[in-house]
Structure formats: C-alpha cells, structure tokens
C-alpha cells in the first residue's frame, strides 16, 4: 500500500498546479523508469547505514596540480570535494535523480521547465543558507566564464530565475528533451556571496567555499592534499547521504609516473590504487604481502558502457581531412598482436563508442534505427547501412601484409604515392607525416610499433611525449595531429554528446570535439537522440549515432576491459552488495579491528 500510495503521488499531477505538472522528491530518464527508492527511503540498498566514521584513506595521483577552481580553462585544476549539486544518481539504477540540495523537484510532463526547492536546512560551511540566488547565479556564471563544455551541456536552457529564496525555475528552448531536468540538477551549485570579492577568471590555491562532506585543510601545491570530513556537514543525515563519506579524512599525494606511486602502494604507504597498466597487473604485484592477502588484489566486474579509447586524429589538419585516409591509418594498428604482446591478452578491442551497452550499434541497421538513418541516405557512406563497423584484425604475428596492402589502396585512391621509400601527395610531393602526442610514457610502448606499420607504409609519424600542463593547453587549442584521448559514456547518452562531436564544438576551443567533427547529420542525430521518450528508443537512436561516427572513421580504436582492477589493504569495510558502476569508494569505511590485525601481522 505504500509503495502504490509513492507511485501515486511522483506520478499524479497535483491538484493546485496545472494539470500535467508532476512534483517528486527524485526523477527518472523516462515515465515508465520509477524511481526505486520511495520519498521515506532511509538510505540506498547498496550502502552500509551503520558504517563507523572516521579513520583515513591514502590514495595517490599521477600528474600535478596548481589550482583548486576546475570550472574554468585554466590551470591545472584538482577538486576540493566540497561542491556539490541540486541532485545525485543513485548507482543502481541507468539515471534517476534524487534531492540533494533541492528537497523537491517540479516538471511538467513535456519537461520544458523544471522548479527545484532549496532544503531549508542547506548550508554553506561558513553556516550561510544555499538560496535559489546561488544556484542560478552559478549558472550564469559558470555558461558566461566557465569551462566550454558548460555552454554546450546546457545549451538548450533557455533561462533561469529564483522565484524565492527556496524555488529556482529553469525554463528550456525546447521540449521533449527528458534529459534537461536530470542534467540541470547536476549543475556545481557556488556560493554568489563568497566569488562576490574575488576573480572567477582567476586560478586559485586558496580552497574555494562550499558545502559538501569534506574540504581542503592543508595542501602542498603539486604535491599533496588532505580533505578532512566536515563533522557538522549539513547533509549527514540525509536518506542520499547515509552510509557514504566515512573516512575522517583523505590525503593524496601527487607523483610523476606510475613507478613510484605502485612502489608506495606495496609499501603501504597509500592504500588503493585502480591500476590501468595490463601489463603492470600482471607482473608487478607478485610481492608477498598480496601472496598473504594482507593487499588484496581484486577485478571488480562493472555493468558501465566502456566508452571509446583511441588514438584520435585531428581532422582540421590536411592530411586527415579524407576519409579514406583515416581508414588506412587505422588498418596499420596491430591490436592483436598488442594485446598478446603487451597485455598479457586482458583486452576487448573496442567497436563502438558506447562499448559493452546496449546502445552500441551491431548488425544491420533495423526498425526505428533504419528510420532514423533513412533520410541522410545520401549525406553518409553507404557502409553506414550495411553491417556494423568492426575494427581490422590481423593473425597477431605482426605482419599485417594484408591490412597495409589495403591501406596502401585507400591512400592512393585519396592521392598519395610512394615516392624514395615515402608517402607523398602526388600533386603537390609533400611527404605524410605526423606527430602523435603523449603525456603517459607507459603509451610510448604501445605507440612505437603503430610508428613502425606507419613507416612502412611511407608515413613518418614521431612521438611527443610531454608535461602535464603543456598536454593541457595543446588539447585545449586542439594544437596536436593525434593524440590518445577516451570518450566516457554512461547508460543515458544526453547533451554532453554535443561538446563530443557538434559542429560547434569542434569550432570551440577546450570542447571535447577534438576529432574535429562537422557533420550535420551528427548534429541532427544527437538531437534525435535526445528526444527520445522511452529507453529502447534511446537505444536505437544512440546506435544510429555510434554508425555513422564509427563510418567516419575519426578514431583508430584501442581496447577496453569489463572490470575494475583494484587494489588495497585489508583494512576497509565493503558492503556486499555490488554496484553496476563497479568500484565505489565512498561506501566503504575505515575498519579498526581489520586495520589492528594487519598492523600486528606486519609487524
């Protein structure tokens, strides 16, 4: 009786509004995805509500940092942990929101608007009210001087106004885009009073305020940070707090590479590390202290699309304005014999986008995805309607004759010969050659045998392995040739597909786009996408999209893995029960007695 008085209520208009206007404290993707958790859930499933708090959680990082504002383009940003937004998703479900910041939530059932009420009891950590001036202040600030992508995830909203101190409206340009309620409740919400004084342009190593579970108590630039958990952190209580952010405290330190950082973590010097060297994984952990269980070492099976991996060309460079250019680049990588080789043969190559999901095109184009496809029949390559794409392979032994005897065909037919040994345009006799820019030397061992194939094929490609910061500012400006770069998904592809692949991403400096892409069919493709009204139909129309991106051949693919490689120290508590997001740290909790023991078996 109580789950159906629940459904009544979320989905049943409400009597003093207009008639299709809905009222909730959570939001799901689609009207047939109800929420799971009622307005009177205690905590999610997957956490543990009695779990102690304090103690601590070492981790480490690779890189540096010299800023603590990641919402503008400049520096190189690490987060505080201490901003947080209008609503969370839980993790075990595809995307529903529920109330952080905002207790409750209005949107007509077209969602060309959303209303969000502020929780009275919300609270900066200088103990000011968050009001509905700080949220829409932050949206205008963050779309006026934020990081590019800002512009383009929240492009189709239209307006936003503080009806009250507690009630802030955001009205969109269009309706019928499910996503945009979900998303706006995303938006980092900044305290107005706080920036008032200072430049929102400006990078900073003083720790912005905010509102969350933990903040910045001491630091070294580029070197170390400690959060420290707020003990009167105003959301503690709360039903979508309970049972996470248990450490008292968290410390990271910073390294160069990955040596070092997996060197501490078999010293015990930090306590978890998510490795992502197969090759590392395999060899590098066969220490005793994992023989003896005292460091555990564990794959954690997630149920998230993989995204795309891959090295990336820069299409606004001439020689890989052709298609069929970037099809014989990609016959030249050998996956097969570096998986065998280097991976120990831990990878899946990648063949989509939205690898391992169901929004990953396969097969021939069929029922709504073929419509969808249907009218840019002659605006797409005819491979398009035809079976999937799927990345060359080879028989490992790394001698891929056939696939370079192929590329050596396609790059002709685009006008370029073999010329003294070289690849040359045979208009103009300038030789093909290109740098592919690194910022890990791990990917140097992957990349110098794709050098060789290129080579004998007449490419001179060279490898530029660089700093940190200077990696930073070329992809920004999309100064580079080819680069390695990974494209996120989750299970509900929205807005952000605009910033990836938009033609006016690809003309803003610091999107995502760094492909270059300018299709309009793209364009009307995310749009159809979004506009979906069900789940299924998100899928079909997602494949119709991961199509005609993968027949453009942007991309060569790399690889991914089905699984979080994790290790740590057998002094954390885990709640059973996993996630479909895989590893999830918040949830875990500093265990005294387990940390006791393995100190004295240590010893």
Same mark, same amino acid.
């Given at each position: 009786?109580?789950?159906?008085?629940?459904?009544?209520?979320?989905?049943?208009?409400?009597?003093?509004?207009?008639?299709?206007?809905?009222?909730?404290?959570?939001?799901?993707?689609?009207?047939?995805?109800?929420?799971?958790?009622?307005?009177?859930?205690?905590?999610?499933?997957?956490?543990?509500?009695?779990?102690?708090?304090?103690?601590?959680?070492?981790?480490?990082?690779?890189?540096?940092?010299?800023?603590?504002?990641?919402?503008?383009?400049?520096?190189?940003?690490?987060?505080?942990?201490?901003?947080?937004?209008?609503?969370?998703?839980?993790?075990?479900?595809?995307?529903?929101?529920?109330?952080?910041?905002?207790?409750?939530?209005?949107?007509?059932?077209?969602?060309?608007?959303?209303?969000?009420?502020?929780?009275?009891?919300?609270?900066?950590?200088?103990?000011?009210?968050?009001?509905?001036?700080?949220?829409?202040?932050?949206?205008?600030? *963050?779309?006026?001087? @934020?990081?590019?992508?800002?512009? $383009?995830?929240?492009? &189709?909203?239209?307006?936003?106004? #503080? +009806?009250? /101190?507690?009630?802030?409206?955001?009205?969109?340009?269009?309706?019928?885009?499910?996503?945009?309620?979900?998303?706006?409740?995303?938006?980092?919400?900044?305290?107005?009073?706080?920036?008032?004084?200072?430049?929102?342009?400006?990078?900073?190593?003083?720790?912005?305020?905010?509102?969350?579970?933990?903040?910045?108590?001491?630091?070294?630039?580029?070197?170390?940070?400690?959060?420290?958990?707020?003990?009167?952190?105003?959301?503690?209580?709360?039903?979508?707090?309970?049972? *996470?952010?248990?450490? @008292?405290?968290?410390?990271?330190? $910073?390294?160069?590479? &990955?040596?070092?950082?997996?060197? #501490? +973590?078999? /010293?015990?010097?930090?306590?978890?590390?998510?490795?992502?060297?197969?090759?590392?994984?395999?060899?590098?952990?066969?220490?005793?202290?994992?023989?003896?269980?005292?460091?555990?070492?564990?794959?954690?099976?997630?149920?998230?699309?993989?995204?795309?991996?891959?090295?990336?060309?820069?299409?606004?460079?001439?020689?890989?304005?052709?298609?069929?250019?970037?099809?014989?680049?990609?016959?030249?990588?050998?996956?097969?014999?570096?998986?065998?080789?280097?991976?120990?043969?831990?990878?899946?190559?990648?063949?989509?986008?939205?690898?391992?999901?169901?929004? &990953?095109?396969?097969?021939?184009?069929?029922?709504?995805?073929?419509?969808?496809?249907?009218?840019?029949?002659?605006?797409?390559?005819?491979?398009?309607?035809?079976?999937?794409?799927?990345?060359?392979?080879?028989?490992?032994?790394?001698?891929?004759?056939?696939?370079?005897?192929?590329?050596?065909?396609?790059?002709?037919?685009?006008?370029?010969?073999?010329?003294?040994?070289?690849?040359?345009?045979?208009?103009?006799?300038?030789?093909?050659?290109?740098?592919?820019?690194?910022?890990?030397?791990?990917?140097?061992?992957?990349?110098?045998?794709?050098?060789?194939?290129?080579?004998?094929?007449?490419?001179?490609?060279?490898?530029?392995?660089?700093?940190?910061?200077?990696?930073?500012?070329?992809?920004?400006?999309?100064?580079?040739?080819?680069?390695?770069?990974?494209?996120?998904?989750?299970?509900?592809?929205?807005?952000?597909?605009?910033?990836?692949?938009?033609?006016?991403?690809?003309?803003?400096?610091?999107?995502?786009?760094?492909?270059?892409?300018?299709?309009?069919?793209?364009?009307?493709?995310?749009?159809?996408?979004?506009?979906?009204?069900?789940?299924?139909?998100?899928?079909?129309?997602?494949?119709?999209?991961?199509?005609?991106?993968?027949?453009?051949?942007?991309?060569?693919?790399?690889?991914?893995?089905?699984?979080?490689?994790?290790?740590?120290?057998?002094?954390?508590?885990?709640?059973?029960?996993?996630?479909?997001?895989?590893?999830?740290?918040?949830?875990?909790?500093?265990?005294?007695?387990?940390?006791?023991?393995?100190?004295?078996?240590?010893?």
């Amino acid at each position: 009786m109580r789950w159906f008085l629940f459904v009544w209520l979320v989905l049943s208009p409400i009597p003093a509004l207009a008639a299709d206007v809905l009222r909730g404290h959570a939001i799901s993707m689609f009207d047939s995805e109800i929420p799971r958790y009622p307005a009177d859930f205690r905590h999610f499933d997957y956490v543990n509500p009695d779990a102690p708090k304090g103690g601590s959680l070492r981790l480490a990082s690779q890189g540096s940092f010299d800023s603590f504002h990641p919402f503008i383009p400049k520096g190189n940003a690490v987060s505080t942990g201490a901003v947080e937004t209008l609503l969370v998703t839980s993790a075990d479900e595809p995307f529903t929101g529920y109330g952080l910041i905002a207790e409750q939530i209005e949107w007509p059932r077209d969602r060309s608007w959303v209303i969000f009420h502020i929780r009275p009891e919300a609270r900066w950590h200088d103990g000011t009210p968050i009001t509905a001036e700080d949220v829409a202040w932050s949206f205008e600030t *963050l779309v006026s001087q @934020g990081n590019p992508q800002y512009r $383009f995830y929240y492009g &189709a909203v239209a307006s936003v106004e #503080a +009806l009250d /101190a507690a009630r802030v409206r955001f009205t969109f340009s269009e309706s019928g885009n499910r996503e945009l309620p979900l998303i706006v409740g995303q938006l980092p919400i900044l305290p107005k009073h706080y920036w008032a004084t200072r430049d929102f342009a400006a990078t900073t190593l003083d720790p912005p305020l905010g509102s969350g579970p933990y903040q910045i108590t001491d630091f070294e630039a580029g070197r170390f940070t400690v959060r420290q958990r707020v003990e009167n952190y105003w959301g503690k209580d709360l039903a979508v707090r309970r049972g *996470l952010n248990n450490f @008292g405290a968290i410390r990271t330190v $910073f390294f160069r590479d &990955a040596t070092p950082i997996r060197l #501490a +973590l078999k /010293a015990g010097d930090i306590d978890f590390r998510q490795e992502n060297q197969a090759k590392a994984w395999a060899e590098d952990y066969n220490v005793a202290v994992v023989e003896k269980g005292w460091l555990k070492k564990e794959l954690v099976e997630h149920r998230m699309p993989t995204g795309m991996q891959a090295f990336v060309m820069n299409t606004r460079r001439e020689q890989f304005s052709d298609r069929r250019v970037r099809e014989a680049l990609t016959l030249a990588f050998d996956f097969e014999w570096t998986n065998r080789n280097l991976f120990n043969g831990q990878y899946t190559r990648t063949a989509s986008y939205f690898s391992n999901s169901d929004l &990953a095109a396969h097969g021939k184009p069929q029922g709504e995805e073929l419509a969808v496809l249907e009218p840019f029949r002659e605006e797409v390559p005819d491979s398009v309607f035809g079976d999937a794409y799927t990345p060359p392979v080879t028989d490992g032994s790394g001698w891929l004759r056939d696939n370079l005897r192929r590329a050596n065909t396609l790059l002709k037919d685009a006008g370029w010969v073999v010329r003294d040994l070289r690849l040359v345009n045979a208009t103009t006799g300038e030789p093909f050659r290109f740098e592919i820019l690194l910022v890990s030397p791990a990917f140097e061992r992957v990349t110098l045998p794709y050098v060789r194939n290129l080579k004998r094929l007449g490419i001179e490609a060279k490898v530029r392995l660089v700093d940190e910061n200077q990696y930073i500012n070329r992809f920004r400006q999309f100064d580079f040739d080819m680069m390695v770069w990974v494209w996120g998904q989750s299970e509900t592809p929205g807005n952000e597909q605009y910033e990836y692949w938009s033609q006016a991403a690809a003309d803003s400096q610091g999107s995502r786009n760094l492909a270059g892409v300018r299709d309009p069919v793209v364009d009307e493709l995310i749009g159809l996408m979004l506009r979906s009204e069900s789940r299924e139909q998100l899928n079909q129309r997602t494949r119709a999209l991961d199509r005609v991106l993968l027949w453009g051949h942007y991309v060569v693919p790399h690889w991914h893995i089905r699984a979080d490689r994790v290790l740590y120290w057998d002094r954390f508590g885990i709640p059973k029960m996993p996630v479909r997001t895989g590893v999830m740290t918040d949830r875990w909790w500093f265990d005294a007695k387990r940390a006791a023991a393995l100190d004295k078996n240590r010893q």
